[in-house]
């Protein structure tokens, strides 16, 4: 019997920085190990060879934000057995969702002279939003431990560790000093999920929900705690707006933290 | 009448979505398009009436491989809106930091972009099957500036210890120290990395640049300096958008940002090179003289050695902060409050080139108007007439390897599309 081919693994580029696929070119240690375990069938921002599909595995990065990527996502999913969503532009829409709640138009006229030649939709959204999606890795960016965990699970055939929890657990864990309570500091932990290591605490600063909401966040008994801190209603909106401003249950907390006109 | 066209759909082995079309009709190039089809995001038009303090992280996300520059920029154009100025360690550690980003930006073009250009391989991981040792040193390299970049901004993409005025956190004087042996053993490898790059093999080409890039008084420039060119110009940062302009070109409905006259310049490590070589550290210096490096390098294909060089320049840099390192009193400075109307603007050394950023503040600290020019929507211009070069001295070649070579010579500029994008216009026609 011949031995089973490698699986093959594809990465996939929509609206976004890069900086999650890149996640995969800075896991340095496993890199080689990761080559030899799958073949690296389509990832065009490392390689220039590229394997026609069906792909076992697909990392999507990036969001929806043109009707031509819109119609490539699902060229994607067609020809993936699994696809898993890379980073909160993929899972959420990203930083440029903020277009979601404002005039395109008027931003293509403010960015660009000649705002005809550029093709976009008005919003930018989700992955899931388009095609079925196995599995989102949250993140902004996405952290290299869970990515190769995921990965890992994608080869044993099992189902990724990858917890829902908030920031505030994985602190507590780390052993850091609450930035809330000690020093009066802002902080989203209570509301995000864990993955990045606590790591905006554990540097003295307040969590500011780059992996997105957790699972059932209580925001509507935070955002009190975070107005008797000092924030401003305006500056409270912008903190849950930012690069998962269109995830649900952010979304609903800047907007009950009111507009402009009805600050008191 | 013969007509020939080059295209590739799909740059590989570069940051971002572009693509490349030449036309060329009997033995003359009609047309050379460097397209750019990645999405566009809007950066400018939604920092609009954030918080001042944000621009930092928010303008971070436009590059996951340079985010350490877009909040140097950031920063610094904030501070000067606001009239203070960061100095001392805390000067001193956003150098640092910087140093980690060049280290692994540098690497990773290098390593995993460029080299197997050289080598014949159609990436990194193909290289490694016959050159795992030199794979393995790349990576190795690479990892210590991402290490570099955790150490001091918590994680390598998108840190998260950097604010205007300075940091959240300061490292400890142990913490530095602890790290220096890993960047003793760097600066070996980086050493190894010039050797390795100077060896290969360079088609013999000399390409007229304008070469622009700040410069410092006494150091290799990444945070300041004033704008200078090869053929004289310097100015303040603060002058920049008088000198250098947008320009629509008709054959790509892009953007290019161009001199005053309309030519190409070129920003990035040949550019840095060439007008700061005698701000080199030691070591650097007699690496770039035993690697038969000029006062200036015109050979696009050689920014290889360049780019190790200035790998070599990072972790130099890098081992002096530390040895000199004493913690500030205060994590960051005091800021004042901000003054509706006041503009700020800077300019620091992405990786790839100068990244300038402009900021006007609105009411209660806002941010009325952005505006950024990236490295890659500087050199895109240039890249075009460096393809322009290659394919009529080329053009006996067959089309395939006159696809392979065109690849190459984009590729000798490590264009970082996703950064390019928000200032360029879009052609999403894919032909």
Redesign the interface.
């Given at each position: 019997m011949a031995p089973r081919p490698p699986p093959r693994l594809a990465v996939w580029?929509?609206?976004?920085?890069?900086?999650?696929q890149?996640?995969l070119?800075?896991c340095?240690?496993e890199?080689?190990t990761v080559?030899d375990a799958v073949e690296?069938a389509n990832?065009?921002?490392?390689?220039?060879?590229?394997v026609a599909g069906p792909y076992d595995l697909s990392l999507v990065e990036g969001s929806i934000?043109?009707a031509?990527?819109a119609r490539r996502i699902r060229e994607v999913r067609a020809e993936s057995k699994v696809l898993v969503t890379i980073g909160a532009c993929a899972t959420s829409g990203?930083?440029?969702a903020?277009?979601n709640f404002?005039d395109?138009e008027?931003?293509?006229r403010?960015?660009?002279?000649?705002p005809e030649?550029?093709?976009?939709l008005a919003s930018?959204t989700a992955i899931r939003d388009h095609v079925p999606v196995d599995f989102e890795l949250r993140g902004?960016?996405i952290n290299k431990a869970q990515l190769l965990e995921v990965i890992a699970a994608f080869l044993a055939d099992r189902a990724p560790n990858v917890p829902t929890e908030s920031v505030c657990i994985e602190c507590k864990r780390r052993g850091n000093v609450c930035v809330v309570v000690a020093h009066g500091t802002p902080c989203l932990g209570p509301v995000t999920q864990t993955g990045?290591?606590a790591?905006?605490p554990?540097?003295?600063?307040g969590c500011?929900g780059?992996f997105g909401p957790m699972d059932s966040p209580n925001t509507a008994a935070l955002i009190p705690h975070l107005g008797e801190l000092g924030l401003d209603l305006?500056?409270v909106r912008?903190l849950f707006s930012?690069?998962n401003a269109a995830a649900p249950p952010f979304r609903a907390a800047a907007e009950s933290a009111g507009t402009e006109a009805s600050r008191p | 009448m013969t007509e020939r066209t080059i295209a590739v759909d799909?740059?590989?082995?570069?940051?971002?979505?572009g693509a490349l079309r030449v036309r060329i009709h009997d033995r003359s190039v009609e047309e050379v398009e460097l397209k750019i089809f990645?999405?566009?995001?809007?950066?400018?038009?939604?920092l609009?009436g954030?918080?001042y303090a944000?621009a930092p992280?928010?303008t971070a996300?436009?590059?996951?491989?340079c985010?350490v520059a877009y909040q140097m920029s950031a920063c610094h154009a904030m501070e000067r809106a606001l009239g203070v100025r960061v100095d001392g360690p805390l000067r001193d550690l956003r150098r640092l930091l910087y140093c980690g980003e060049w280290i692994e930006s540098h690497t990773?073009h290098l390593y995993?972009?460029h080299a197997?250009d050289f080598l014949g391989y159609?990436?990194?991981?193909?290289m490694?099957k016959d050159h795992?040792g030199l794979?393995?040193q790349g990576?190795?390299l690479?990892?210590t500036g991402?290490a570099l970049m955790s150490l001091l901004g918590?994680?390598?993409?998108?840190p998260?210890?950097v604010r205007v005025g300075g940091?959240?956190?300061c490292p400890t004087r142990r913490e530095l120290e602890e790290f220096r042996p890993e960047l003793v053993e760097a600066l070996d490898r980086a050493e190894a990395t010039v050797r390795f790059a100077a060896a290969l093999p360079f088609p013999a080409v000399e390409e007229d640049y304008e070469f622009v890039a700040l410069r410092h008084p006494s150091e290799y420039p990444m945070n300041e300096g004033a704008v200078v060119s090869s053929r004289g110009l310097h100015l303040d940062p603060d002058a920049f958008e008088d000198e250098f302009r947008?320009e629509?070109v008709p054959h790509s409905?892009a953007?290019h940002s161009v001199r005053r006259d309309g030519g190409s310049y070129l920003v990035g490590p040949l550019a840095r090179f060439a007008l700061n070589r005698d701000r080199l550290p030691p070591r650097a210096a007699r690496l770039a003289r035993e690697a038969g490096l000029g006062p200036e390098v015109r050979n696009p294909f050689q920014s290889i050695v360049v780019r190790a060089i200035e790998i070599v320049i990072a972790c130099e840099e890098a081992i002096a902060i530390i040895d000199r390192y004493r913690p500030p009193a205060a994590?960051s400075v005091d800021l004042p409050r901000p003054t509706e109307g006041a503009v700020g603007r800077a300019i620091t050394e992405a990786p790839r080139g100068m990244l300038y950023h402009r900021y006007r503040l609105g009411a209660?600290g806002t941010i009325a108007e952005a505006r950024i020019v990236a490295p890659t929507s500087q050199n895109q211009r240039r890249i075009e007439d460096d393809l322009r070069h290659l394919v009529e001295r080329s053009l006996d070649l067959e089309t395939p390897a006159l696809t392979d070579a065109c690849?190459r010579a984009i590729r000798n500029h490590d264009p970082c599309i996703?950064c390019a994008t928000?200032?360029l216009?879009?052609?999403?026609e894919?032909s």
């Open positions: 580029k929509f609206a976004s920085c890069d900086g999650c890149l996640t070119l800075d340095e240690d890199l080689l080559a690296i990832f065009r921002e490392a390689s220039k060879a590229v934000t043109t031509d990527d990203g930083i440029q903020l277009r404002a395109v008027e931003y293509r403010v960015v660009y002279a000649r030649y550029v093709a976009t930018s902004c960016p990045c290591g790591i905006c554990a540097f003295h600063r500011y780059c305006a500056s912008r930012t690069f | 799909y740059l590989a082995r570069v940051e971002g979505e990645e999405p566009p995001r809007f950066f400018e038009a939604f609009r954030r918080g944000e992280d928010i996300r436009i590059c996951g491989i985010p990773l995993l972009l197997p159609p990436d990194a991981i193909a490694a795992r794979v393995e990576l190795r690479k990892r991402n918590g994680r390598e993409i998108h998260i210890n940091f959240y956190r947008e629509q409905n953007l994590p209660e690849e996703s928000h200032f216009h879009l052609d999403l894919r």
